[in-house]
């Protein structure tokens, strides 16, 4: 079988002293109360983990969470990746007011399926019992636990257990899980202990991806790296954990005192931590309205951070009422799109509600804009994922962050591997045209703009490889035309006035009466850049050296080099010098041109033909 069915991660919840961590024993015989406090005060204070082989062959790991209302965000990280709970009710006391919230944090936290464990039934009559099986009614009525098996127990130290077979049997007829492979490995820690003999241990529930002995990994948000060096699932050393696994982690080169629960192990460079976190909350019918600005206590799997709330689609949480929020932590967080979480109030304690995260990597919303980010997030719960390359913006996405996204490629256009929405390749694509037309506007006689005069403003901040693509992009829909190092606008051309063409006319013919002793070209740039600009792109002109020389003067120049060298082996400097009647100063540019333009090759102080 699959580790996706052979694995259940079953939570036990309810009510401090309703027999939680008693049922647990004497379903799997191991007692979870394993610090000294905890056997001193009979409650459980930490999480507690065993797991228990079911009829069917599958595994049923359990995590057992304290009930005590001060140990609500305990009860939470136990709760983090649960396929299904066990809720367990006193029959002495019947629901209590853990169990109410205990059963709205599970529901907030999506788990979807479970049974009921009316406990101690071996201390009250039957009349007591049918109360606290309507109050069970009552309690479940309208959640995931509507119609839920009520099975009947009792765990006496020395007695008989009753309706074991039945639990038994019930967990074993939930519904497999359905689990990931793919995508980083995360891990968030629930504990972090030393162990005589092994060191460094974490535990946790793996919620996506694989791990494999002697991998490297990242534990974030802090950003510190370890190696994995021994692994076990259900008491047993692995070689490779995965999805939905209850898992201890061996880790080599991190000590105890640098972890705590609330971290998460991951792929090294898989998640990028965030302190701005887009959410749909659904708050509690009996939490008090919190207003827009308020503290709250966000947790997230086994993380809890104060966090500033926006309400983007009000004044205020509203009793009962569903609401777009936006979540700013103290503290970086490692979230992806559909994580769940709980939202507590931060003074005095209790539970306002939770919800799911949309954007995990949200930019902060100003008041003005929450109509627009409302917009977009109801795009994105409606399966519109490409509005988060929408919301990236003029950023865009890197391949691996729209992965975590769950960003489908092909609503993506790709530019220097960054990944944009349509709508912003659109306006990108519309300021480059518009910053090329103002170019050509501002320079009316130069045929082009070099490039690097384009990359400013936005397209400074991308990465060169995105200029380059929407370059490319341009060119090949035919909206510009790219010349060597510059560009321009297809539907560019110069046009000169009847002052210009003349003026330009007669700087071709000054240029071509001074034959091979042209003027310099940075003084005639400095006087008439723009129309040298034109006669050299023209071809007209060619710079050599310093100096400006006219294309007729170097063709006559470069044909008394070749009949030169039909009749002799090699030409001298002092040769070429004679045959032209220049100075050293013009002719050793030229020489120069000619071995560049393949004329003549030099060897030693002679040309010969190349």
Not at 174 to 188: I, K, V
Not at 258 to 282: E, F, H, K, N
Not at 598 to 610: K, M, N
Request: with cysteine; glycine share 10%; proline share 5%.
């Amino acid at each position: 079988m699959s580790s996706e069915a052979t694995n259940l991660i079953v939570g036990t919840a309810g009510h401090i002293d309703h027999g939680k961590t008693s049922l647990v024993r004497a379903l799997t015989g191991v007692d979870l109360d394993r610090l000294p406090e905890e056997k001193d005060r009979g409650i459980t204070i930490a999480l507690g983990f065993t797991h228990l082989s079911l009829p069917s062959g599958r595994n049923a790991a359990f995590i057992d969470v304290p009930g005590h209302e001060r140990l609500i965000r305990t009860m939470i990280a136990g709760a983090t990746g649960l396929d299904a709970v066990m809720l367990c009710v006193s029959a002495v006391e019947g629901v209590m007011p853990q169990t109410r919230e205990h059963l709205s944090i599970l529901e907030i936290l999506g788990v979807s399926q479970g049974l009921i464990a009316l406990t101690m039934t071996d201390l009250v009559d039957e009349e007591m019992r049918e109360l606290a099986e309507m109050d069970i009614e009552e309690a479940v009525a309208g959640t995931f636990l509507e119609g839920a098996p009520v099975i009947a127990s009792a765990s006496p130290p020395d007695g008989e257990m009753i309706g074991h077979a039945d639990l038994i049997a019930a967990l074993d007829a939930l519904h497999p899980p359905r689990r990931s492979a793919n995508g980083p490995f995360r891990l968030p820690i629930d504990r972090a202990f030393i162990q005589r003999g092994f060191g460094t241990v974490v535990t946790g529930t793996a919620r996506s991806g694989t791990l494999s002995d002697g991998d490297e990994i990242e534990i974030l948000p802090e950003g510190l790296r370890a190696r994995i060096r021994g692994m076990q699932v259900h008491g047993e050393a692995v070689g490779q954990a995965a999805a939905g696994q209850r898992t201890a982690i061996n880790l080599a080169g991190i000590e105890r005192d640098d972890l705590a629960r609330g971290m998460t192990l991951t792929t090294p460079g898989a998640i990028p931590p965030s302190s701005i976190l887009d959410a749909r909350v659904q708050h509690l019918r009996e939490a008090p309205a919190i207003p827009h600005g308020a503290r709250v206590r966000l947790l997230v799997d086994t993380a809890e951070v104060m966090a500033v709330m926006s309400v983007l689609d009000g004044d205020e949480l509203t009793p009962g009422g569903d609401h777009l929020i936006q979540l700013r932590t103290e503290t970086p967080m490692v979230t992806l799109t559909g994580d769940r979480f709980v939202l507590r109030r931060e003074s005095p304690l209790e539970t306002l509600g939770g919800g799911t995260i949309l954007d995990p990597w949200a930019r902060r919303v100003r008041r003005k804009h929450h109509d627009r980010a409302v917009e977009e997030l109801m795009r994105l719960e409606g399966g519109d994922r490409s509005v988060l390359l929408l919301r990236a913006g003029e950023a865009g996405l890197g391949a691996s962050e729209a992965g975590l996204y769950g960003v489908p490629e092909a609503e993506a256009t790709v530019l220097g591997g960054r990944w944009f929405h349509a709508e912003q390749r659109s306006s990108m694509r519309a300021l480059l045209l518009e910053m090329l037309s103002q170019w050509h506007r501002d320079h009316p006689l130069l045929p082009g703009a070099p490039r690097r005069d384009l990359r400013r403003d936005v397209f400074q901040r991308l990465p060169e490889g995105v200029f380059v693509d929407l370059i490319e992009m341009l060119a090949a829909d035919g909206a510009v035309v790219l010349e060597g190092p510059r560009i321009r606008a297809a539907d560019f051309s110069i046009r000169l006035s009847p002052a210009q063409a003349a003026a330009k006319a007669s700087l071709e013919a000054e240029v071509r009466a001074a034959g091979l002793q042209g003027p310099k070209a940075a003084d005639k740039l400095k006087q008439q850049g723009p129309l040298v600009h034109l006669l050299l792109d023209a071809g007209a002109l060619e710079r050599v050296g310093p100096y400006l020389i006219h294309r007729a003067s170097l063709d006559a120049a470069r044909a008394q080099v070749t009949a030169w060298l039909d009749e002799h082996d090699a030409m001298l400097p002092t040769d070429f010098k004679e045959m032209t009647g220049l100075s050293r100063k013009y002719a050793i540019p030229l020489l120069e041109w000619l071995d560049a333009s393949g004329i003549t090759r030099r060897c030693g102080d002679r040309r010969v033909r190349a």
